[in-house]
C-alpha cells in the first residue's frame, strides 16, 4: 500500500479492529414471495407478467438465492474507505495498492435495479373500503405472513 493512499484512508490502519456485524435481512421470504407470485403469476395474461417482471419488483425474483450477507467482508471493506474529490453518493476504497469506487452505477450492476427519480410521496391515509381496509381491516402494522396468507387465500377483484 503506498503512503499517499495510507493519508487518505478515513480510518487510519493503526485504528482499525474485528468487527462483528449483526444483521436482519429477509432474504429467505424471496422463496415465499416466489412461489405466491407463481401461483398469481400463472393466472396472469402474457402483458401482466411482462410489465411485473419489468417492475422493480421483478427483478427479486431472478436473484441468485439463497443470498448470503458478510458482516466480515462489508466491515474490512470499510475499514479501507478512502477520502476522495469525487461525487458525494459515491464511495472509494483502497484494495491493495489500487483505487476503487462504488457508486450508482455499481449498484445499478450488482442489484440489477435502477435509478430514477423519485416520486412525490405522501402520508398514508387510510380510506374506508380501500385495500388495506378490505384485507387487513384496522391493522397499523402487517407482517410478512399477514400479507403472504392474504396473497394466498384472497381472492382479488
Known amino acids: ?3 499517499r493512499l495510507r493519508a487518505s484512508l478515513k480510518t487510519p490502519e493503526e485504528e482499525w479492529y474485528e468487527g462483528k456485524v449483526t444483521h436482519h435481512d429477509h ?11 407463481n401461483r398469481v403469476l400463472t393466472e396472469l395474461v402474457v402483458e401482466d407478467r411482462r410489465r411485473f417482471m419489468a417492475s422493480c419488483f421483478g ?12 458482516g466480515g467482508v462489508i466491515h474490512q471493506l ?8 469525487g461525487p458525494s453518493d459515491e464511495m472509494r476504497f483502497m484494495l491493495g495498492t489500487n ?5 450508482k452505477v455499481e449498484f445499478c450492476m450488482i442489484t440489477g435495479l435502477r435509478f430514477r427519480v423519485l416520486p412525490g410521496t405522501s402520508p398514508y391515509v387510510n380510506v374506508d ?3 388495506h381496509h378490505q384485507y387487513f381491516g384496522d391493522k397499523d402494522e ?12 384472497s381472492e382479488f377483484q
Do not use: Q, Y
Open 1 to 3: 500500500m503506498t503512503n
Open 99 to 103: 483505487k476503487v469506487r462504488f457508486s
Open 142 to 153: 402487517i407482517s410478512s405472513v399477514e400479507l403472504k396468507d392474504v396473497l394466498r387465500l
Open 27 to 37: 432474504f429467505n421470504a424471496l422463496g415465499h414471495i416466489e412461489d405466491t407470485l
Open 78 to 85: 470499510l475499514l479501507r474507505e478512502v477520502h476522495h474529490n
Open 129 to 131: 373500503n380501500g385495500l
Open 59 to 70: 427483478h427479486f425474483l431472478t436473484m441468485h438465492r439463497p443470498v448470503k450477507f458478510s
